[in-house]
């Protein structure tokens, strides 16, 4: 697994920038919290499965990977999550699983959908700031309908132009966007809290990025961070209110 390695860049050595930017929003842990509720979840999970034999680290490094092929297969979202665990539990456990242990496992994703939506410090002040100065699109993976109803429970969905959730945050992604909309790379960012999702394949589609530090970032989606290219623009933000000294 790759480390986050952070970009050594100051925001006093960036300027404040020309109205009219469009802004790429991450949604997930970006906006409001997520992660979070997943790893109460898992945290919940591997204390269940209390496995003799393997140590809890071991237990997650082996979710990590059969979450990495449950993604490859269906997607994202809270079924995938949910089948995650139980091929887990399926494949560690030395006794099948009985149905009052399935519908206990089931519980443990079942809990991360029953929370309401937590915005993330500054969000809820800065993000009404940025839409009347720029054009806000929210770009965020995942379910799409589960993303659309998380958006809607939020309150702020009215600041956005738009809405893209795509299959997976990758140039082609963001390079179809800027296709569909019109866009110009040198007047458009990314904006989100994953190196693998928001910031290095943004930057590698050309566009300018901030990345917002999250304490909590998913770990599949840690990376080291490339480098912006000549008259792209890297900003690191350690919380969301920062944008309003940029934007």
């Known amino acids: 697994m790759k480390a986050i390695c952070y970009p050594k860049k100051m925001m006093s050595g960036f300027p404040r920038f020309d109205a009219g930017q469009t802004l790429l929003l991450d949604a997930d842990d970006t906006l409001w919290e997520n992660n979070i509720y997943f790893e109460r979840a898992i945290t919940a999970f591997i204390s269940y499965l209390n496995h003799h034999t393997y140590t809890r680290e071991e237990v997650r490094a082996f979710l990590n990977e059969v979450e990495s092929e449950t993604i490859?297969?269906?997607g994202y979202g809270l079924a995938s999550f949910r089948h995650s665990l139980v091929a887990c539990f399926e494949r560690l456990s030395a006794e099948p699983i009985?149905?009052?242990?399935?519908?206990?496992?089931?519980?443990?994703?079942r809990s991360i959908s029953e929370h309401e939506i937590e915005l993330l410090p500054g969000v809820a002040?800065?993000?009404?700031?940025?839409a009347s100065r720029h054009c806000l699109i929210l770009m965020t993976k995942g379910n799409?309908?589960?993303q659309m109803d998380k958006l809607s429970r939020s309150g702020l969905a009215h600041h956005f132009k738009s809405v893209e959730v795509p299959r997976e945050k990758n140039p082609d992604a963001y390079c179809g966007v800027c296709q569909?909309?019109?866009?110009?790379p040198h007047t458009t960012w990314m904006i989100g809290n994953s190196p693998k999702s928001d910031i290095n394949p943004a930057l590698a589609a050309g566009l300018h990025t901030v990345f917002i530090h999250h304490s909590y970032t998913w770990v599949l989606e840690h990376e080291v961070v490339d480098a912006a290219r000549n008259g792209q623009h890297l900003l690191e933000l350690t919380s969301f209110d920062q944008l309003g000294m940029h934007f």
Do not use: G, N, Q
């Open 72 to 74: 490859r297969e269906r």
């Open 98 to 109: 009985t149905p009052e242990k399935h519908e206990r496992i089931v519980s443990f994703s």
């Open 125 to 130: 002040e800065v993000l009404p700031v940025l």
């Open 144 to 146: 799409e309908i589960e």
């Open 180 to 184: 569909k909309y019109e866009l110009k």
